[in-house]
């Protein structure tokens, strides 16, 4: 079992950057592939990007391809996402998830966080 905590989230103008953070406590934190997703107000739980145990594969969502990178330190259980050129249309809670599978499928991830705020200002 994991547990999942984000944080970095914040309000920034349009075309700013923020790096979202997520921690996880566990001794099988690099048994997870972890995904970020996000859920805009009124809106599905979409997903984001994904990185492999390892964190040698990585896959995004079109929306945010090319403006947004996720990495893994799991020598200290955490998973970054970092986001540039960021756009009004990216203002959410953002969630980061755990999988035993390399995915991009929500109902595949066992363990969420609790989710942090991004509101980009126009």
């Known amino acids: 079992q994991v547990q999942l905590v984000e944080s970095g989230g914040g309000l920034v103008p349009a075309g700013g950057s923020l790096r979202l953070s997520c921690a996880a406590s566990?001794?099988?934190?690099?048994?997870?592939?972890i995904g970020w997703f996000r859920q805009a107000p009124g809106k599905e739980r979409e997903f984001v990007a994904v990185?492999?145990?390892?964190?040698?594969?990585?896959y995004y969502a079109d929306s945010v391809k090319g403006r947004v990178t996720i990495s893994r330190d799991n020598a200290k259980n955490t998973v970054y996402l970092q986001m540039n050129s960021l756009k009004p249309e990216d203002t959410a809670v953002y969630y980061c998830?755990?999988?035993?599978?390399?995915?991009?499928?929500?109902?595949?991830?066992?363990?969420w966080g609790q989710g942090t705020q991004v509101t980009v200002s126009s």
């Open positions: 990185i492999s145990r390892s964190g040698s594969m990585t």
């Open positions: 998830a755990a999988s035993g599978s390399y995915t991009s499928t929500r109902d595949e991830y066992n363990y």
């Open positions: 566990g001794r099988t934190f690099s048994s997870y592939s």
